[in-house]
């Protein structure tokens, strides 16, 4: 990818991060299964790896990188339990919008 792809991406799903709804930051459904969680936050873990995306001229990117990455790994970790998912989505459900 291009410095300007790269960068809209990490803005793109900073945007995500911010909103603050798991489901969206790793980018599946609310009824997604554990399997699908787990293939995404993968695929989003690797594509957000400072050491792959961080290139000399990107490195203003570096917090932002840092933050999607901490989300990405809480997002994970609550999603990634059934119990804990059930829970979250209930949670989600019930904010008023």
């Given at each position: 990818l291009?410095?300007?792809a790269i960068r809209?991406?990490?803005r793109a799903r900073l945007e995500l991060v911010e909103e603050g709804d798991y489901f969206a930051v790793l980018g599946v459904s609310n009824d997604a299964?554990?399997?699908e969680i787990r293939r995404a936050f993968i695929e989003l873990r690797?594509?957000?790896e400072p050491s792959r995306i961080l290139t000399p001229r990107l490195l203003d990117l570096a917090e932002d990188v840092r933050k999607i990455i901490v989300v990405l790994e809480e997002a994970y970790e609550i999603l990634?339990?059934?119990?804990r998912r059930e829970r979250y989505r209930r949670a989600i459900d019930a904010?008023?919008?």
């Open positions: 291009d410095e300007e809209a991406r990490v299964t554990g399997y690797r594509a957000f990634r339990d059934n119990a904010r008023p919008e």
